[in-house]
């Protein structure tokens, strides 16, 4: 079981004289166990694992294909809910639980309609050839109903009390039709808080990004990042490298930064970005790449800011950053909304947040709070309807 140590010196002070008892503790060590996830997040390796293994089955296919042309909404939507159905399948399977909660992205009213039958086997075969691909469920042949009802699990409000898990199936759709970046985004909650979190990125090369530097894992791609509270995260590739710990860039100074956003610009305010960026006094242009495999990144230290700030009247989800967010905090970094606040995970499907989300290392946040602020109050005093 993992354990965070802390050690401490005591001193004693005199009730009368207020001062200093002339004798001191021994330093202590003390061993506070971590709750204790190690069985689920086994599960939830093996879930994003072989959802991801689906998705890039069907990314494939479809990039190869003549036919299908990028912007055809279908082959993503099979994947979605192909790695919906087999996360929920799997969790199941593995933890044998009484009180599963899933909250997750997708439902199955639009399957359940006449027009969506053929989508609706295609997705049954998927799965059930992914299931089986991996030989360690024993599966008579999945049914369609089966599949609807596996999607449908992930119905859950969530909330502040017991366990939920939280599911993105694909996260970053655009990219995922692209060619580039997604990620299978799989938390679970437990009395609001985030308390594990897994990132499979199919597309993420296991050398740091934007490296200049020869690496030997250049060409090679597919990482699996993992956090357990207390126990920081590891990455490892989709292909079952053992985990290393990774830990975000420790860089104090702005100077030497990089900073991530959303490669659509739809999903966040680049010119806001670039303002705060010229604020701090950062040099490299911004690295956009899709999904939450920007804080997988920034997790292992590629860069060492991220930051977000979608358009007006969008309400971010809970899973658009659950795993995401404990995948930094615990690798040392800290994920904060635009006004300085922790994300709340226990509000149910949906975060409420000021303005936008930002994330960077213990050093920087001071700093780049300010810049934040500075340049949210320039842009809103330029157009007041911010
Ligand atoms: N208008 C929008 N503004 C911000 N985020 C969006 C918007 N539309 C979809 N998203 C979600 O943003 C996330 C990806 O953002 P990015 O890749 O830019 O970081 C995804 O979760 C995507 O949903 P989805 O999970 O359906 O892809
Ligand atoms: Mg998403
Ligand atoms: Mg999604
Ligand atoms: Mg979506």
């Not at 305010?269 to 790449?289: C, E, F, N, Q």
């Given at each position: 079981m993992a354990s965070t140590v802390l050690s401490f010196s005591c001193q004693l002070f005199s009730s009368k004289t207020r001062k200093p008892l002339s004798f001191f503790f021994p330093r202590k060590t003390l061993y506070i166990a971590s709750m204790g996830y190690e069985k689920e997040l086994i599960a939830a390796k093996k879930a994003a694992s072989l959802a991801a293994r689906l998705c890039q089955k069907v990314q494939k296919a479809l990039l190869q294909s003549d036919v299908q042309s990028k912007s055809d909404k279908s082959p993503v939507t099979v994947a979605d809910y192909g790695s919906q159905a087999l996360v929920s399948f799997v969790l199941r399977r593995?933890?044998?639980?009484?009180?599963?909660?899933?909250?997750?992205?997708?439902?199955?009213?639009?399957?359940?309609?006449?027009g969506a039958q053929e989508t609706l086997e295609r997705i049954t075969k998927l799965v059930s050839d992914t299931l089986s691909s991996d030989g360690s469920y024993d599966i008579s042949p999945l049914s369609r109903e089966d599949v609807l009802t596996a999607i449908d699990s992930g119905k859950s409000e969530g909330g502040p009390n017991g366990r939920h898990w939280v599911l993105d199936p694909i996260d970053g759709t655009k990219g995922f039709l692209r060619g580039d970046q997604y990620a299978i985004a799989l938390g679970l909650l437990d009395e609001g808080k985030v308390v594990l979190g897994v990132l499979a990125c199919p597309n993420l090369p296991l050398a740091p990004i934007g490296s200049t530097q020869q690496h030997s894992l250049q060409n090679q791609v597919g990482c699996l990042f993992s956090a357990e509270i207390g126990a920081g995260t590891h990455m490892q590739s989709l292909d079952g490298s053992s985990p290393t710990k990774v830990h975000v860039n420790s860089t104090e100074n702005p100077e030497d930064a990089s900073f991530f956003e959303s490669f659509e610009a739809?999903?966040?305010?680049?010119?806001?970005?670039?303002?705060?960026?010229?604020?701090?006094?950062?040099?490299?242009?911004?690295?956009?790449?899709?999904?939450?495999?920007?804080?997988?990144?920034?997790?292992r230290g590629d860069g060492a800011i991220y930051l977000r700030f979608p358009h007006k009247g969008y309400r971010e989800k809970i899973w658009d950053h659950a795993a995401g967010c404990i995948v930094v905090t615990e690798a040392g970094g800290i994920v904060t909304d635009a006004g300085g606040n922790p994300l709340d995970f226990s509000k149910g499907r949906f975060l409420d947040l000021d303005t936008g989300i930002i994330v960077t290392n213990q050093k920087l946040m001071p700093l780049l709070l300010k810049a934040v602020r500075d340049a949210i109050s320039e842009k809103s005093q330029a157009t007041p309807s911010l």
């Open positions: 593995e933890l044998l639980t009484d009180s599963f909660s899933l909250v997750a992205e997708e439902d199955s009213a639009d399957l359940r309609t006449d739809a999903h966040s305010l680049h010119d806001l970005s670039s303002s705060i960026a010229m604020k701090l006094g950062v040099h490299a242009p911004p690295v956009r790449i899709d999904s939450q495999a920007k804080y997988g990144a920034l997790a």
